[in-house]
């Protein structure tokens, strides 16, 4: 097979070979969708605590990637580059929400003085509502908290990618996830 | 013989409505651990890829280099 006639295949690929998410997208940004969407939605979900924000956060997160696509330079993985401009969404989000309504998070001392082991398991029930607990949960915490455990949680992020995404250094993310642990441990065991 | 499937079919959807409402109790040993779990239980709603699909129809096709295509796969 000559070069040409490679070219020719490769760009010419049958579109049964394409996900069937989203056919008007060149296959390698539908591949990308297909792989890093649960994860985009996940974060918004669990981080605005809406499923509705989070549909139109996903939408709006991987239109912009679509967007950057072709200035996707593979500095950083497809997963960090996507949670950055997720990261970046909602805060604004947030931020124009906080200035109208006044939000603000609980105090940080509240949870340095709770009675609550990190080192003991969470035990849950597998029930309907576990999602529900998990926001109720997250949404005691100060987001920075929130945010920290959602991309920890996340076993293809880095101490390094973790902190680049939320612009503090790797020892400042584990010294804040400690504290981050606790406070959730002591909101968790509130929801049962 | 037809009262007798009736009733089978009656029993399989009570011990699977029995089966769907029984809790099984985890243990989680971070707050990561429950979260990655509830991460994995989660589903993306098909409606945001056919909203994201329509958006993209929309957009200018992007100049895009036939290599980097390829390179991409």
Same mark, same amino acid.
């Given at each position: 097979m000559g070069?040409?006639?490679?070219? !020719?295949?490769?760009?010419t690929e049958p579109?049964?070979?394409?996900?069937?998410?989203l056919?008007?997208?060149?296959?390698d940004f539908?591949?990308?969708?297909?792989? #890093?969407?649960?994860?985009v939605y996940?974060l918004?979900l669990r981080?605005?605590?809406?499923?509705?924000?989070?549909e139109d956060?996903? #939408?709006? %997160?991987f239109?912009?990637?679509?967007?950057?696509w072709? !200035?996707?330079?593979?500095d950083s993985s497809?997963?960090t580059?996507?949670y950055?401009?997720t990261?970046n969404?909602?805060l604004n989000?947030?931020q124009?929400?906080?200035?109208?309504?006044?939000i603000?998070?609980?105090?940080d001392a %509240?949870?340095?003085t709770?009675p609550?082991?990190t080192?003991?398991p969470l035990?849950?029930?597998?029930?309907?509502e576990l999602g529900?607990?998990?926001?109720g949960?997250?949404?005691?915490l100060?987001k920075?908290?929130?945010l920290?455990l959602?991309?920890?949680?996340?076993?293809?992020l880095?101490?390094?990618?973790?902190?680049?995404?939320t612009?503090?250094?790797?020892?400042? %993310?584990?010294?804040?996830?400690?504290?981050?642990r606790k406070?959730?441990?002591?909101?968790?065991a509130?929801?049962? | 013989m037809k009262?007798?499937?009736k009733?089978?079919?009656?029993?399989?959807?009570?011990?699977s409505?029995?089966?769907s409402?029984?809790?099984?109790?985890r243990?989680f040993?971070?707050?990561?651990?429950l979260l990655r779990?509830d991460?994995g239980?989660?589903?993306?709603?098909?409606a945001?890829?056919?909203?994201?699909?329509e958006?993209?129809?929309?957009e200018?096709?992007p100049?895009?280099s036939w290599?980097?295509?390829i390179t991409?796969?």
């Amino acid at each position: 097979m000559g070069v040409e006639s490679f070219v !020719e295949d490769a760009l010419t690929e049958p579109a049964a070979a394409h996900p069937p998410v989203l056919p008007s997208a060149p296959r390698d940004f539908a591949e990308l969708y297909a792989t #890093h969407s649960r994860a985009v939605y996940y974060l918004a979900l669990r981080y605005l605590g809406d499923h509705e924000k989070a549909e139109d956060a996903t #939408h709006d %997160v991987f239109l912009k990637a679509y967007r950057k696509w072709d !200035e996707f330079r593979g500095d950083s993985s497809h997963r960090t580059w996507l949670y950055r401009i997720t990261v970046n969404h909602c805060l604004n989000l947030r931020q124009s929400w906080a200035s109208r309504n006044l939000i603000s998070n609980a105090d940080d001392a %509240v949870w340095e003085t709770a009675p609550a082991r990190t080192d003991s398991p969470l035990r849950v029930l597998e029930t309907k509502e576990l999602g529900q607990r998990i926001q109720g949960a997250l949404e005691e915490l100060p987001k920075e908290y929130r945010l920290l455990l959602l991309l920890v949680a996340d076993e293809q992020l880095s101490y390094d990618e973790v902190a680049a995404l939320t612009d503090q250094t790797a020892d400042a %993310v584990r010294g804040k996830l400690h504290r981050a642990r606790k406070a959730f441990a002591v909101v968790f065991a509130k929801t049962a | 013989m037809k009262q007798e499937k009736k009733l089978t079919q009656r029993e399989q959807e009570q011990l699977s409505e029995k089966q769907s409402q029984q809790t099984e109790a985890r243990d989680f040993a971070s707050a990561e651990e429950l979260l990655r779990h509830d991460a994995g239980r989660t589903q993306v709603p098909p409606a945001i890829a056919k909203r994201l699909d329509e958006s993209i129809q929309r957009e200018p096709k992007p100049p895009k280099s036939w290599w980097k295509r390829i390179t991409r796969g």
